[in-house]
Antibody, heavy 121, light 109 residues
Framework: EVQLVESGGGLVQPGGSLRLSCAAS????????MNWVRQAPGKGLDWVSY???????YYADSVKGRFTISRDIAQSSLYLQMNSLRDEDTAVYFC???????????????WGQGTLVTVSS | EIVLTQSPGTLSLSPGERATLSCRAS???????LAWYQQKPGQAPRLLIY???SRATGIPDRFSGSGSGTDFTLTISRLDPEDFAVYYC??????????FGQGTKLEIK
């Protein structure tokens, strides 16, 4: 069974930093791309970042230059280093495993339960 | 960036009725790279449909997806009480950025 467990959320002041982790199990971690998606309180879903199986990385414009996605294949773990945090980064952050459809499109197949990040003074 | 607009914002129906949810894209979505997710309060989203019309593993056949180009639909043929939730569409491709619609809340009438 695929399991994704996020951790590392908490309260941080504007301008501060936080590192999120996602522990994966139940599948061969290095064989799948991984994403971070966030959801502000009472709002919709907002894609944040993606790391492909080959290590190619993408970011949403809203976090580019401030957030860094990484992974440790040996530890089956995904990370999100968040620097220069802003009030608008307050959200539940989900990690999500990617899968590929018949035409090579990458969709979000399995999701963790999320970890809450609150940016406030 | 492709913008997805979902309608209606809220849909009020009774168990046993048919639900039709719409997702319209600001530009053509290639190769039917459109997914639908269900989210219940306090829970993570759950994949229902990918590739516009392919049901994810374990999803009941009362859920179906259709459409192409810029107009996509999620249909729930006969609502079960557990189906009342928020539904999101998402466009994806071989590489990001990925975008989501704003969601449709399906509530019990």
């Amino acid at each position: 069974e695929v399991q994704l467990v996020e951790s590392g959320g908490g309260l941080v002041q504007p301008g501060g930093s936080l590192r999120l982790s996602c522990a994966a199990s139940g599948f061969t971690f290095g064989s799948y791309g991984m994403n971070w998606v966030r959801q502000a309180p009472g709002k919709g879903l907002d894609w944040v970042s993606y790391i492909s199986t080959s290590g190619t990385i993408y970011y949403a414009d809203s976090v580019k230059g401030r957030f860094t996605i990484s992974r440790d294949i040996a530890q089956s773990s995904l990370y999100l280093q968040m620097n220069s945090l802003r009030d608008e980064d307050t959200a539940v952050y989900f990690c999500a495993r990617a899968r590929t459809d018949p035409d090579g499109g990458v969709y979000l197949h399995s999701w963790g339960q999320g970890t809450l990040v609150t940016v406030s003074s | 960036e492709i913008v997805l607009t979902q309608s209606p914002g809220t849909l009020s129906l009774s168990p046993g009725e048919r639900a039709t949810l719409s997702c319209r894209a600001s530009q053509r979505i290639s190769n039917s790279h459109l997914a639908w997710y269900q989210q219940k309060p306090g829970q993570a989203p759950r994949l229902l449909i990918y590739y516009a019309s392919s049901r994810a593993t374990g999803i009941p056949d009362r859920f179906s997806g259709s459409g192409s180009g810029t107009d996509f639909t999620l249909t729930i043929s006969r609502l079960d009480p557990e189906d009342f939730a928020v539904y999101y569409c998402q466009q994806y491709g071989s590489s990001p950025p990925y975008t989501f619609g704003q969601g449709t809340k399906l509530e019990i009438k």
